[in-house]
């Protein structure tokens, strides 16, 4: 599976943006897909997953209320819209592919990554 993020930029404080990951091949149904971001210095952390079916979600405390993650496994899409963004919210976000049905937060249990794309999210 081949991932591309994109959809980042620059956004003030309160804004929104909706990122997109696209993926290739024809499993894309298989796998659980989830939503990391990492700051500069920082370790990649836990932002959103979704399951195979798109029947379950699971977010990171810092993002829940905010954040929404989707499917569509017609396109072999997965987007996170992002609203009230804050500062805190800067970092590049990076689509994960899990061949396992299961959503789990934990960056190294991913398959695949896309390239990132930066959110930078201005006071």
């Known amino acids: 599976v081949q991932l591309q993020a994109s959809g980042g930029g620059l956004v003030q404080a309160g804004g929104s943006l909706r990122l997109s990951c696209a993926a290739s091949?024809?499993?894309?149904?298989?796998?659980?897909m989830g939503w990391f971001r990492q700051a500069a210095g920082k370790e990649r952390e836990f932002v959103a997953a979704i399951s195979t079916s798109a029947f379950s979600t699971y977010y990171a405390d810092s993002v829940k209320g905010r954040f929404t993650i989707s499917r569509e496994n017609a396109k072999n899409m997965v987007y996170l819209q992002m609203n009230s963004l804050k500062p805190e919210d800067s970092a590049v976000y990076y689509c994960?592919?899990?061949?396992?049905?299961?959503?789990?937060?934990?960056?190294?249990?991913?398959?695949?990554w896309g390239q990132g794309t930066q959110v930078t999210v201005s006071s």
């Open positions: 091949g024809r499993t894309f149904n298989t796998y659980a």
């Open positions: 994960g592919a899990r061949s396992r049905a299961a959503m789990v937060a934990v960056p190294s249990s991913y398959d695949y």
